[in-house]
């Protein structure tokens, strides 16, 4: 069974600029998270798709942040423009309905400069 | 509001050694998980305790959950380098089937 992949791994952009982030989750499972971890600290929600709906946006940290799940298959999370302090590691995970076990992709790393 | 907390923030501990973290949650959770995330890696799930005072070993590991459902430990008896990684544990969001709110961590250095 192929795991959650998200791409890409790494990306380093200007400040102003615009970046987007994409997660391919299990195949099979409708929930679909995104969590943004900075500077080792914690596991910070972002948001939470069931198939193509948003579920739950509270923790997108503001309108710069767009997330969509298009056919609720995969899912990106643009940013634009980005500032500084958007950089970390952003973590898709998915899991399946009414599961808590959560399946983490490997994170894209985002620096802002 | 909602809020999960571990201690300590770091551990380090000299190879042999044994290990505790402990996790705080603010409200009675009807579950808790835990998560290793290893240096460079992501979040990988290790378990799920669901009923009150239950203990869980996994090898070397050690899970406990409180009998109030609030709190929880994860033991590691002589650890590893491989144990290296920061631990997470994490509780349902409110009364969400679905999601998680999770703790700070505790990163486990392991020195040779």
């Known amino acids: 069974e192929a795991g959650v992949t998200q791409f890409p791994s790494h990306s380093v952009i200007e400040k102003g600029q615009t970046v987007t982030l994409r997660c391919d989750p299990i195949?099979?499972?409708?929930?679909l998270y995104w969590y943004r971890r900075v500077m080792g600290k914690e596991i910070k929600f972002l948001l939470h798709f069931v198939k193509e709906s948003k579920q739950d946006e509270s923790g997108m940290p503001n309108n710069r942040f767009l997330a969509e799940r298009t056919g609720g298959t995969y899912s990106t999370l643009k940013v634009q423009p980005a500032e500084l302090e958007d950089s970390g590691v952003y973590f898709c995970?998915?899991?399946?309905?009414?599961?808590?076990?959560?399946?983490f992709g490997p994170g894209t790393r985002l620096t802002v400069t | 509001g909602q809020q999960v907390m571990q201690i300590p923030q770091y551990q380090h501990v000299q190879e042999g050694e044994d290990f505790t973290t402990y996790c705080n949650s603010s409200?009675?959770?009807?579950?808790i998980q835990w998560y290793k995330q290893r240096p460079g890696g992501h979040p990988v799930f290790l378990i799920q305790l669901v009923k009150s005072g239950e203990v869980k070993k996994q090898k070397r590991l050690t899970f406990q959950f409180g009998e109030a459902k609030k709190n929880s430990s994860l033991h590691i008896t002589a650890t590893q380098t491989t144990d290296v990684g920061t631990y997470f544990c994490a509780g349902p969001r409110g009364t969400s089937y679905d999601k998680v709110i999770f703790g700070p961590g505790t990163s486990l250095s392991v020195i040779p």
């Open positions: 409200t009675t959770l009807s579950n």
């Open positions: 195949s099979g499972h409708d929930n």
């Open positions: 995970a998915s899991s399946q309905r009414h599961q808590y076990e959560q399946y």
